[in-house]
């Protein structure tokens, strides 16, 4: 998906040190940018508490306009999740069509 208006950012709720995080991230090989939500004053991650998660893992799909289009608490599954992103892809390439 190089070439498509697209791109993954996971959020490790974990509790992981940055610096260890990038070590597993390494490890991993895992390729997508990847924040630690470092808790806030009450022991809450503050990118949990922003995006009110309920569990983990929480999947977000969010279009090109950055408006969020699909919410999944676990996985709802790979056919799912690429029935969703072919499906904004096309109509992000599409208005970029228009509007060029």
Do not use: C
Request: no cysteine.
């Amino acid at each position: 998906m190089e070439d498509k208006p697209f791109a993954l950012i996971g959020v490790n709720t974990n509790r992981y040190d940055p610096k260890k995080l990038k070590e597993v991230m390494d490890k991993e090989q895992l390729n997508w940018r990847s924040f630690a939500d470092t808790p806030d004053g009450e022991g809450l991650g503050v990118i949990s508490s922003a995006w009110n998660l309920q569990g983990t893992p929480t999947l977000f799909v969010l279009d090109h306009k950055g408006v969020i289009r699909y919410r999944w608490l676990g996985s709802p599954g790979e056919k799912v999740i690429d029935e969703a992103l072919n499906k904004l892809i096309k109509e992000a390439e599409g208005n970029d069509k228009k509007e060029k």
